[in-house]
T-cell receptor, first 111, second 113 residues
Framework: RKEVEQDPGPFNVPEGATVAFNCTYS??????FFWYRQDCRKEPKLLMS???SGNEDGRFTAQLNRASQYISLLIRDSKLSDSATYLC????????????FGPGTSLSVIP | NAGVTQTPKFQVLKTGQSMTLQCAQD?????MSWYRQDPGMGLRLIHY???????DQGEVPNGYNVSRSTTEDFPLRLLSAAPSQTSVYFC????????????FGSGTRLTVV
């Protein structure tokens, strides 16, 4: 089983829609969780951290379920500019901060 | 503020050639890493460094060397390029103890023929 798994998509949604991505991780000792966004042929950029209590940043809401070992990202009122690949990231504390990137979920927001 | 700067942006190598991918950051970050990204595989860690003079192997280190003589620079050397090393390479940095909050460079697209 892969350490971090995501639905590859693509998710094709109309402008204004609400879309949710899920991510599962296999190691229960995982400590930190993030969502990154990667535009086509660009570098990944940190979108938001994910906290145990859940957190919101404008139209974006991230949640963590440690018992079930999954993370979610909800995007409300989708914009064309939200079209990108969303990477789920999990960190393990070993001799260093082992950072594991999921393969990404592709989102296309359609006019 | 330049952030993380990678050069070159594109490179074509012949099998067996060697080259160095450059990475520099101006944020005084202690942690620096090299990743490769292949379709359907996600980002995979090649080598990382937790500070000047300290480097270690990641998930896919074979065929690559690194050094960290200064806080700012973290070059990646391909010793003898192989077609399997065709990929997009990203350098990333983060302050010590910040977990996965990385700043990435813009990447180097490498093709080995």
């Amino acid at each position: 089983r892969k350490e971090v798994e995501q639905d590859p998509g693509p998710f094709n949604v109309p402008e204004g829609a609400t879309v949710a991505f899920n991510c599962t991780y296999s190691n229960s000792a995982s400590q930190s969780f993030f969502w990154y966004r990667q535009d086509c042929r660009k570098e990944p950029k940190l979108l938001m951290s994910v906290y145990s209590s859940g957190n919101e940043d404008g139209r974006f809401t991230a949640q963590l379920n440690r018992a079930s070992q999954y993370i979610s990202l909800l995007i409300r009122d989708s914009k064309l500019s939200d079209s990108a690949t969303y990477l789920c990231v999990v960190t393990l504390k070993t001799s260093y901060d082992k950072v594991i990137f999921g393969p990404g979920t592709s989102l296309s927001v359609i006019p | 503020n330049a952030g993380v700067t990678q050069t070159p942006k594109f490179q074509v190598l012949k099998t067996g050639q060697s080259m160095t991918l450059q990475c520099a950051q101006d944020m005084n970050h202690e942690y620096m890493s090299w990743y490769r990204q292949d379709p359907g595989m996600g980002l995979r860690l090649i080598h990382y460094s937790v500070g000047a003079g300290i480097t270690d192997q990641g998930e896919v280190p074979n065929g690559y060397n690194v050094s960290r003589s200064t806080t700012e620079d973290f070059p990646l050397r391909l010793l003898s390029a192989a077609p399997s090393q065709t990929s997009v390479y990203f350098c990333a940095s983060t302050p010590s103890g910040s977990g996965g909050g990385y700043t990435f460079g813009s990447g180097t697209r490498l093709t080995v023929v």
